[in-house]
């Protein structure tokens, strides 16, 4: 809720241009409780972190087979494919 505050008040700042920052405007006052509230909930990263972590304790309970990430790719790998494709048409 407190990065969906934060963006909605950037927001108003950015269409209010430069009389966003000024303090008689509502927006400045929106911006700076809403990033106050974001810092003071905690960091929104540890905050996903310790949601995914619960996450995946879950599916391990259930015994549930998560899909593999994709393997990235090196630029060696590309080369060597490269050079395969080259002698297969020649």
């Known amino acids: 809720a407190s990065e ?8 108003a700042i950015q269409i ?4 966003g920052f000024v303090t ?3 927006a400045e006052r929106y911006y700076r ?3 106050i ?10 905050q996903h972190i310790v949601i995914a972590t619960n ?5 391990a309970a259930m ?3 998560l899909p593999a990430a994709p393997r ?3 630029y060696e790998d590309d080369d060597d494919e490269d050079d395969k494709q080259a002698a297969t048409m020649s």
């Open 33 to 35: 409780d809403a990033r």
């Open 72 to 74: 990235k790719k090196h």
């Open 63 to 65: 015994d549930v087979q």
């Open 16 to 19: 209010l241009g430069g009389m």
């Open 24 to 26: 008689d405007m509502p």
């Open 37 to 46: 509230t974001e810092i003071y909930e905690g960091t929104s990263e540890i």
């Open 4 to 11: 969906t505050a934060t963006f909605c008040a950037h927001q």
């Open 55 to 59: 996450i995946l304790k879950e599916y």
